[in-house]
């Protein structure tokens, strides 16, 4: 965003940020949609995203994101791999496994 001013990039994710979510979500597969609601709830995750998955702060809007999207950024934070090596991330997801991951992603892809 080189020649970008400041004022430019705040207005733009201010728009952003206020625009509504729109769902890519494909059919809801009730049995893996309660796994990850239910890991969700246990590995606290609306604790920093909010209770709703909408983040705040630094924290990232993770409600209604893709799924593929969620699945592999959370591969990363559990690798150690993600850019920023987030350390709350990482220690969240240490020991889950793929499955639980494809469940968190699947429920937080499906929320609105």
């Not at 207005?11 to 769902?23: C, E, G, L, Q, V």
């Not at 987030?86 to 892809?109: F, N, P, V």
Request: glycine share 6%; net charge neutral; aromatic share 8%.
């Amino acid at each position: 965003l080189d020649g970008v001013s400041d004022a430019a990039i705040v207005a733009i994710a201010k728009f952003y940020s206020n625009s509504p979510a729109i769902s890519q979500a494909g059919p809801r597969n009730a049995t893996l949609f309660e796994k990850g609601q239910t890991i969700s709830k246990e590995a606290l995750c609306g604790t920093c995203h909010l209770p709703n998955y909408v983040g705040r702060d630094q924290m990232p809007r993770i409600a209604a994101q893709r799924e593929d999207y969620l699945l592999y950024s959370m591969r990363q934070f559990r690798s150690n791999q993600a850019i920023g090596r987030d350390t709350i991330m990482a220690a969240s997801l240490y020991g889950m496994s793929d499955d639980d991951l494809k469940a968190i992603a699947h429920y937080l892809s499906q929320l609105k």
